[in-house]
Every structure is written in structure tokens, then in C-alpha cells.
């Protein structure tokens, strides 16, 4: 995710007509990594926040993903939603790992019927 001050470099450096990609690689990020696609996005991206005037806001806090910022960049309510959002996912986790022991512990016990010395 590109921090909101970068968007709007990488905006004017393509309005100067500098490729995406430079600019990239010039602030140490491979373009070989991010791959054609990416790059691609990365414009239509700044392409579409200029043309509905959305301007060039940290979308992490308003897409619904669990995004991880740091405590100081969050008003209340933000932290609120992550909050119950991580709580969920850890009670899922939670669901999923004794269901996996669960699980274990049956196979072991058929495994060891099967394979009792005689």
C-alpha cells in the first residue's frame, strides 16, 4: 500500500512525464518485484483518485481490511472496527486449531490400533 505523500509524488512525476517505473526504481523499489500488473494498477489507480477527485487518502482505514497502522493514525471509531475485526479472526483461529488437534488426536489413536504390536 503507497503511503498518501507518495501518491502524490509519483502523481506530479508522471504529469512531468517520468514512466512509473523510474520513478519506482529511483525510490528503491524494484519494478521487477511489482511486476508489469502492478505497475500498471499503481497508474490507473492515481489515473482514477485525480478524476473523482477522491485526491490521494489512505485507503487502509476505509476498505474494510483489517489494516495494521499504527496506533496514532487512528481516530476512535477506526480502532473500534480493527479492534473487532482482529478479535473475529483470532476466535476463528482459535475454532480452527482445536479442530486441527481434534484431528490429530483422532488419527493418532487409529494409527496407533492399527499399528499395535501383537
Do not use: C
Not at 475485526?85 to 483470532?90: A, M, W
Amino acid at each position: 500500500m503507497l503511503k498518501p505523500e507518495f501518491k502524490l509524488y509519483l502523481w506530479e512525476q508522471k504529469q512531468q512525464g517520468r514512466p512509473i517505473r523510474t520513478v519506482l526504481q529511483e525510490n528503491g523499489i524494484d519494478p521487477k518485484v511489482l511486476g508489469e500488473k502492478r505497475i500498471e494498477n499503481i497508474s490507473y489507480r492515481l489515473n482514477r483518485d485525480v478524476r473523482d477527485n477522491v485526491g490521494f487518502a489512505d485507503k487502509r482505514i476505509s476498505n474494510g481490511r483489517a489494516a495494521v497502522l499504527p496506533e496514532g493514525e487512528m481516530d476512535l471509531e477506526v480502532r473500534v472496527r480493527w479492534l473487532t475485526h482482529q478479535l473475529e479472526y483470532t476466535r476463528q483461529e482459535v475454532e480452527f486449531l482445536k479442530k486441527l488437534q481434534m484431528a490429530n488426536t483422532e488419527a493418532r489413536k487409529q494409527w496407533e490400533s492399527k499399528h499395535r504390536p501383537k
